[in-house]
């Protein structure tokens, strides 16, 4: 219901008194009598203020409150985060700037970083998560972040509704989230979402056909005729009114139109696979297009051995100026770009790897978490990879794969943890998957107080020196001469090294 709240609480300049759930959440169980339950609360329960104590603490208590009432009905009950508030948006900035001077903060005047607001309240839904009454929390807001930073980087103007209420493409984003929270592969719910109603998102904008057109509009039909029933049966405030039939008609009239939308969902063809790469296509292209010919420039005038080893990668391969030495008696083909992340690297993964023959190949990425607003999710970076290495697996199915932790570095210290966490989920995909392995490098570039070594980073503290390099080297050689031995296909195993927060 539109200003709802779970917490009961409303801004003081706001017209009336927010709804408060709790109001209608006894007689909307009795009529629905729900298997499961959704709950998506937030975006008005922190009321448009900076985030504080007293707004966390209302929040709590009106959803344990509602998770209380949902148990005792037997029902199954999902939490979902609220989702992301977009001060950029153009309603609000152009309401903004009608706001006069000294309005205290409320719908009208939203406070700047409202967002952040949100995601504490997100916390707040996350820390419920251990309730026995709970069945999960999914983090739509993390889905909502993720998409919009993606889509301001490739779409100069875009709009996200009005800032509050997602436009189609974020509830399209909200709903392969959900989605994927319940268990489905995001991937396939996006491709069916799109192909049954024509919605895109922003940045890979497409036309509707007709029969997409007709598959939504009878979708919107069935589920507005039902809201506005349920609405009417249960009660709503004044301003919240809407005419609806009696629940039992709407009902009927709802199995009617579900019938006939599994019938268009039977005869519909399969949707296209759609690469997990797609979004990130054309902004990879602009950037990097010049590079990746160069490179395959290089494929056209080089000769290597069917034995050789292939690097892929950012710059770190690509300024490793002593890899024939530090990689030898390995020959070596060295494609790295400067800047590379798993998001173009994806891409480009086929052009980059085909044309080549190899023992192994050996990955290293670390610009897909930095730190900054524009970064991707550890999900998104996991999902990436595994592309990469499947392409490799898909070229020559038996040739190692060597997927090198990412370096801690002291320029990106801050998102240190968020990196570790991608370095866990590159671990993951060696542990899970077949001829994939894991290259240990961060514990040899931190000294006892857990900090970067200084002398193996250059100025910029984060491109290595050549005494970097010699340990980054010595590590990678290592752990592929353990690989290929083990596939008999190499004997050399290099001396043992020390990581120097042991030696220290």
């Not at 997602?166 to 592969?185: E, F």
């Amino acid at each position: 219901m539109s200003s709802e709240t779970v917490s009961g609480i409303t801004e003081p300049v706001h017209p009336f008194p927010r709804p408060n759930v709790h109001d209608r959440l006894t007689k909307a169980l009795d009529i629905a009598r729900p298997d499961w339950v959704v709950v998506c609360y937030g975006m008005n329960d922190g009321i448009y203020h900076p985030k504080s104590p007293e707004i966390e603490q209302a929040y709590r208590k009106g959803l344990t409150k509602l998770v209380d009432q949902v148990a005792q009905r037997g029902a199954k009950l999902v939490l979902l985060t609220p989702p992301s508030f977009d001060i950029d948006a153009p309603p609000i900035q152009n309401q903004l700037k009608k706001v006069e001077a000294g309005e205290p903060y409320g719908y009208r005047n939203p406070y700047r970083d409202y967002d952040k607001t949100l995601t504490a309240l997100g916390d707040v839904v996350k820390s419920l998560a251990s309730s026995p009454h709970v069945d999960r929390v999914i983090d739509v807001h993390q889905a909502t972040d993720d998409y919009l930073k993606r889509v301001k980087a490739a779409v100069a103007d875009y709009g996200y509704g009005d800032g509050v209420h997602p436009p189609a493409d974020g509830h399209l984003t909200m709903a392969i989230g959900l989605l994927a929270g319940l268990g489905c592969d995001a991937a396939d719910a996006e491709a069916t979402l799109i192909h049954l109603t024509g919605l895109t998102p922003a940045d890979r904008k497409a036309d509707a056909t007709d029969e997409q057109k007709e598959f939504h509009k009878l979708l919107l039909d069935r589920f507005s005729r039902r809201s506005a029933a349920y609405r009417k049966a249960v009660g709503v405030p004044e301003p919240m009114k809407v005419d609806g039939l009696p629940v039992d008609e709407a009902n009927v009239i709802a199995t009617a139109a579900e019938q006939t939308l599994r019938q268009m969902i039977a005869t519909r063809p399969k949707p296209p696979a759609v690469p997990v790469y797609e979004s990130y296509a054309e902004a990879a292209e602009k950037r990097w297009s010049a590079a990746i010919k160069e490179l395959e420039t290089l494929d056209q005038a080089e000769q290597h051995p069917d034995d050789a080893i292939l690097f892929v990668g950012s710059s770190s391969v690509r300024l490793w100026e002593t890899i024939e030495s530090d990689m030898a008696p390995f020959s070596v083909i060295r494609r790295g770009y400067g800047g590379a992340k798993f998001s173009d690297l994806a891409v480009f993964a086929k052009r980059l790897i085909t044309p080549h023959q190899y023992a192994a190949m050996v990955v290293f990425v670390a610009n897909d978490v930095t730190g900054r607003s524009t970064d991707i999710s550890v999900d998104e970076v996991e999902r990436l990879a595994r592309h990469v290495v499947n392409v490799s697996q898909q070229h020559q199915s038996e040739s190692p794969v060597l997927l090198v932790e990412i370096t801690p570095t002291a320029s990106r210290l801050v998102a240190w943890p968020k990196i570790r966490r991608v370095n866990d989920r590159l671990r993951e995909i060696a542990s899970s998957t077949p001829h994939v392995y894991f290259v240990e490098t961060a514990d040899y570039y931190l000294d006892a107080r857990g900090k970067p070594i200084d002398e193996y980073f250059k100025s910029d503290r984060l491109h290595q020196t050549e005494a970097g390099y010699a340990i980054w080297g010595a590590l990678i050689k290592r752990r592929l001469s353990e690989v290929l031995a083990a596939g008999g296909k190499g004997p050399l195993v290099p001396d043992p090294l020390v990581p120097a927060t042991v030696a220290n």
